[in-house]
């Protein structure tokens, strides 16, 4: 199976702009999903396939991949995107396996 | 709109069995492949099973492979997981997450507010 790296913790100045990373080798063959987790909820389709967003998540959020590195990027980051940020591709082994990254704790200072 | 709810978590001894259910709605549930996600208290989100629309294929992490089955029952829209030889790193919140329409890549586009396991003695 493979993995997803990302940053344990990162921190943005309240309207600043902030990226979120996530590496690894299933992200050469699969675009990252990204997901945003508040305490206690579920969580919550932010960023999907090459850069598109759900309806009712905010334009500030994009997503843009290079490489083995997917990354999301919160652009003028406001209080209510403090959360956990989670990527999620499909397993490298090419079959319907998926795997989270650790996991990216984001504070809005 | 699309509702995912979770049912049938609790309290198991070590090796003990039990069965989540999710029950769908707002959508044609035998359309559509469905997952179950786990997260351990304080811990990240972990990817546990997932089964096709029709429940002709089932995929499993290595980590519960042999111990859990996802089902479907898309005349009832409800999607379930047995799980048996219950251990204590099996403790999590357990979602179930939504697949999108086919072919429209990999991601999890709806999730439950998912279920509560405890394996103790």
């Known amino acids: 199976s493979s993995e997803l790296t990302q940053d344990p913790a990162v921190s943005v100045a309240l309207g600043q702009t902030v990226r979120i990373t996530c590496q690894g080798d299933?992200?050469?063959?699969?675009?990252a999903s990204w997901y945003q987790q508040k305490p206690g909820q579920a969580p919550v389709l932010v960023i999907y396939?090459?850069?598109n967003r759900p309806s009712g998540i905010p334009d500030r959020f994009s997503g843009s991949s290079s490489g083995n590195t997917a990354s999301l990027t919160i652009t003028g980051a406001q209080a209510e995107d403090e959360a956990d940020y989670y990527c999620?591709?499909?397993?490298?082994?090419?079959?319907?396996?998926?795997?989270f990254g650790g996991g990216t704790k984001l504070t809005v200072l | 709109q699309v509702q995912l709810v979770e049912s049938g978590g609790g309290v198991v001894q070590p090796g003990g069995s039990l069965r989540l259910s999710c029950a769908a709605s707002?959508?044609?549930?035998?359309?559509?492949?469905m997952h179950w996600v786990r997260q351990a208290p304080g811990k990240g989100l972990e990817w546990v099973a997932f089964?096709?629309?029709?429940?002709?294929?089932?995929y499993y992490a290595d980590s519960v492979k042999g111990r859990f089955t996802i089902s479907r029952d898309n005349s009832k829209n409800t999607l379930y997981l047995q799980m048996n030889s219950l251990r204590a790193e099996d403790t999590a919140v357990y979602y179930c997450?939504?697949?999108?329409?086919?072919?429209?890549?990999?991601?999890?586009?709806?999730w439950g507010q998912g279920t509560l396991v405890t394996v103790s003695s």
């Open positions: 396939g090459k850069n």
């Open positions: 707002g959508f044609t549930f035998s359309s559509y492949g």
């Open positions: 997450a939504k697949d999108p329409p086919y072919g429209y890549g990999d991601y999890f586009d709806y």
């Open positions: 299933s992200l050469r063959s699969y675009y």
């Open positions: 999620n591709s499909r397993d490298s082994s090419g079959n319907h396996l998926r795997v």
């Open positions: 089964i096709r629309y029709d429940g002709s294929n089932k």
